[in-house]
C-alpha cells in the first residue's frame, strides 16, 4: 500500500517462522522512493492460556478469601473493610502497568526511538540521538534465577548502557537482526539494509 | 551413537567453584589452567562462581573462557550461604543454556560446588568432583564437612585428588570407592617462572633463603618465627626474604625486632602474583613450612625458577619434587633447621637451569588436561542411574543421614520438576558457541 508517495513495505514477523510461546517479532519498513524513512522492530507480549488479568483477578480473589479467613479467626471483619478498598486500586495499578509491545524505531541521520506501548494505550517513549550512540551491544545479564540475552545502546560520555527492552526479554534470534539494523544505521546513516 | 564415539567426542564442561579469579590461589589457579588446555584440546569449557564485588554476570577471559559470576555474594571464608534448591533456577538455566553434558565441581569446601553436583545428577548430568586439601577427622567441623563430602560423593560419577596422599584422605573421609579416584597432580606454567641467577647477590657468599605464603597457622607461619632467628645464629651469610600477608605476621615482625634481624629478614608483605617469580628468582632456598599440604604448587614453582627447596614433611608434599630438588624435615623447628644446613651444603651442586629443565618435563597443564580427558571419557561409560538407585546410595550414608539425604534429594528432584513444569528447557533459548581462537582452530585441524 501507498500513500502520498511513501511505500510501507511490511517486514517478516518471525513469531510466523518459529512460534515464541510468550513474544512475536515485526519487522516494519517505511521507505520513500528508495529512501529508507522509518525501520520499526516491535516485539509484541503473546497472551497465552488465561489472560493474564483473570488471573491476577482470581489470585485477588484468593488473597482475599485467606485474608478473611485469617481475620475471622483473629478479629471480626475490620480491617477486611481496608482490603476491600486497597484491594482493586491495587489491581488497577498492575492493569495500568502492563505492557502490550515494544519497539525500536530507526530513524536514519536522526536517531532511534525507543517505545513501550501499555494496555491502557498509553505510550512512553525516548528519543536517542545518533550521534550520541557508539555502539549497539548484545550481552548476557545473570540474575539470581535465570539468564537472558539483552540489546542495549553504548553512549558516548555515558558510563551505563542503555536498554532497548525494557519490560521484555526476546530471545537472541530476534535481537539480532534488531543490532544489524542498528549498526547499519549507525555505521551508515544515510543507509538502511533491510532485515 | 556408540560408547566409543561418544566417549571421544567434544565434552562441554562446567567448571563450578566458589573459588575463581578475581580471588587467587591454587584452586584458582587449577580451574584457570585446565579450562585454557581443555579449550586448546576442543573442548567448550564455562566456568561458573559466585559474584565478586560489583563484578557479577558475565565474563569472558583469554581465548574465550566464559565466566558466569551468578549474583550471590560470600556468606563465609568465600562461600556462599547454602541454600540447596535456592541455585537450582540458575544453575539449570546455565545447564540448559551452554548445554554442558558434565558437570566439575572443585574444592570440598566450595557450597556452590556441592550444590551445583547435586542439581547436575537430578537433571542427569556427568559429574567429576575434584579435592584439592586434605581435611581432619576429629575436630567438629570436619566431622560436618565430611558428612556433606560423603552426601556429594556418594553420587559422583568419578572424582580426582591431587596426590596419592589426598586420594587416600577423600577415599576415608567419604567412604568414597577407591576405584573411582584418579590421581593427577596440579603443574606449573613453566614458561612463566624461568630462572635468573643475575638477580642473585653475586660476589659475596651470601645465601637467600625465600618464604612466600600466606602468614596463617596453617602454613606454618609459627613454625618460621623460631626457625629463622635459629638459623640466622647458626648461618651468619644467610639472609632471608618473606613475602606474604596475614594475622601471624605481627609475630614475625616481633621476632625480627627482638632478635635485632632486621638487616637480615626483609618482610616485603603481600606479594601480587605477577611478581612472585620476581621475588623467587634473588634467593637461592626456598623454604616452606606448612603444616598441612595436599600437594603444594608453590614448590613447583621455585624448582621451576632454579631454587633448592626445603620442606615440612607433611600431606602430599613427598610427592611433588624429586629427592635430590627438595630437603624434608618433620614440622619441628631443630629438625628444619637442620634441614636448612643440608640444604646449605646442597647447594654447589644445584644447577638452577638444569632444574628448569626438568620441570619442563615433569610437569604441564596440557599432561593434566589429557588425562583430565580420560577422567571424563570414564564418567560417560558409567551407568547413569535413575532416581531410585540413586536413592539407594544416599540411603546407605547412615542410619539417620542417610534418610536426611534422600529427603533433600527428593526434594531437589520434585523442585527441578516444577521448573520443568513452569518453563520447560526446550522454551530456553540457547546460546551459540563461540569459535575458538584462530591459533586454536589450526592446531585442531
Known amino acids: ?195 | 551413537m556408540d560408547t566409543q564415539q561418544k566417549c571421544q567426542m567434544r565434552h562441554r564442561v562446567l567448571m563450578v567453584s566458589d573459588f575463581f579469579y578475581p580471588n587467587f590461589g591454587g584452586v584458582e589457579n587449577h580451574i584457570y589452567y585446565l579450562s585454557q588446555c581443555l579449550l586448546q584440546r576442543g573442548h567448550k569449557v564455562i566456568v561458573a562462581t559466585h559474584a565478586y564485588g560489583k563484578r557479577s554476570g558475565v565474563r569472558y577471559m583469554t581465548n574465550g573462557l566464559k565466566v558466569y559470576y551468578i549474583p550471590r555474594l560470600p556468606f563465609i571464608q568465600q562461600d556462599v550461604l547454602p541454600t540447596l534448591c535456592g541455585s537450582l533456577p540458575i544453575l539449570r538455566t546455565i545447564f540448559v543454556r551452554e548445554g554442558i553434558t558434565l558437570v566439575h565441581g572443585h574444592q570440598a569446601f566450595s557450597t556452590l560446588c556441592h550444590e551445583a553436583l547435586l542439581h547436575a545428577r537430578t537433571m542427569g548430568l556427568r559429574v567429576v568432583f575434584t579435592d584439592h586439601s586434605l581435611y581432619g577427622f576429629a575436630d567438629l567441623g570436619s566431622i560436618h564437612m565430611n558428612k556433606v563430602l560423603q552426601f556429594t560423593l556418594a553420587d559422583v560419577h568419578q572424582a580426582i585428588c591431587v596426590s596419592h596422599t589426598s586420594k587416600e584422605n577423600t577415599v576415608l573421609r567419604s567412604g568414597l570407592n577407591p576405584e573411582k579416584v584418579f590421581v593427577i597432580p596440579n603443574a606449573v606454567d613453566t614458561a612463566m617462572f624461568r630462572p635468573d641467577p643475575s638477580m642473585r647477590p653475586c660476589g659475596t657468599d651470601e645465601i637467600v633463603i625465600v618464604v612466600i605464603s600466606r602468614l596463617v597457622y596453617r602454613k606454618g607461619a609459627d613454625l618460621l618465627v623460631e626457625v629463622i632467628p635459629e638459623v640466622c645464629r647458626l648461618y651468619p651469610q644467610v639472609r632471608f626474604i618473606v613475602g606474604g600477608d596475614g594475622p601471624k605476621r605481627v609475630r614475625l615482625e616481633e621476632m625480627r625486632e627482638k632478635h635485632g634481624l632486621q638487616d637480615r629478614v626483609d618482610m616485603l608483605g603481600a606479594v601480587p602474583h605477577a611478581e612472585v617469580r620476581s621475588v623467587l628468582v634473588r634467593g637461592h632456598i626456598f623454604l616452606n613450612s606448612s603444616l598441612t599440604e595436599a600437594f603444594c604448587i608453590a614448590i613447583l614453582e621455585a624448582a621451576s625458577c632454579g631454587l633448592l627447596t626445603v620442606s615440612t614433611l607433611v600431606g602430599g608434599v613427598p610427592e611433588v619434587l624429586p629427592p635430590d630438588m627438595i630437603v624434608l624435615a618433620p614440622p619441628v623447628p631443630a629438625e628444619l633447621s637442620n634441614a636448612i644446613g643440608r640444604a646449605i651444603e646442597l647447594l654447589p651442586q644445584v644447577d638452577p637451569f638444569s632444574m628448569h629443565n626438568r620441570m619442563k618435563n615433569l610437569y604441564s597443564w596440557m599432561d593434566v588436561a589429557k588425562r583430565t580427558e580420560v577422567v571424563y571419557d570414564q564418567s560417560l561409560r558409567s551407568d547413569d542411574d535413575d532416581l531410585l538407585l540413586r536413592l539407594s546410595r544416599y540411603y546407605a550414608c547412615g542410619p539417620w543421614a542417610g534418610k536426611l539425604f534422600c529427603l533433600v534429594v527428593v526434594i531437589n528432584f520434585i523442585v527441578w520438576c516444577f521448573l520443568e513444569w513452569q518453563q520447560p528447557a526446550k522454551d530456553l533459548e540457547v546460546t551459540p558457541d563461540l569459535p575458538p581462537p584462530q591459533a586454536f582452530a589450526d592446531e585442531l585441524n
Open chain 1, 1 to 195: 500500500m501507498s500513500e502520498q508517495g511513501r511505500i510501507r513495505r511490511k517486514g517478516y514477523e518471525k513469531g510466523d517462522e518459529e512460534e515464541h510461546p510468550l513474544y512475536r517479532y515485526v519487522s516494519d519498513l517505511e521507505e520513500q522512493t528508495g529512501f529508507p524513512l522509518l525501520h520499526t522492530h516491535r516485539i509484541f507480549l503473546k497472551r497465552r492460556g488465561l489472560d493474564s488479568r483473570l488471573k491476577v483477578l482470581i489470585l485477588v480473589l484468593a488473597c482475599l478469601a485467606l485474608v478473611s479467613r485469617l481475620f475471622s479467626v483473629v478479629k471480626r471483619g475490620e480491617s477486611l473493610q481496608w482490603m476491600m478498598v486497597i484491594a482493586p486500586l491495587l489491581y488497577l495499578q498492575w492493569d495500568r502497568c502492563r505492557v502490550e509491545q515494544e519497539a525500536v524505531v530507526v530513524m536514519p541521520t536522526l536517531g532511534v526511538q525507543l517505545e513501550t506501548v501499555y494496555c491502557s494505550k498509553s505510550v512512553k517513549r525516548r528519543f536517542v540521538p545518533l550521534h550520541r550512540i557508539l555502539l549497539p551491544v548484545i550481552n548476557e545479564a545473570v540474575t539470581p534465577t535465570t539468564c537472558y540475552s539483552y540489546l542495549a545502546l553504548l553512549l558516548r560520555d555515558e558510563s551505563r548502557l542503555t536498554l532497548t527492552f525494557l519490560h521484555v526479554r526476546p530471545p537472541l534470534s530476534m535481537l539480532v537482526p534488531i543490532r544489524a539494523a542498528l549498526c547499519a544505521a549507525v555505521e551508515q546513516p544515510s543507509l538502511q539494509t533491510a532485515p
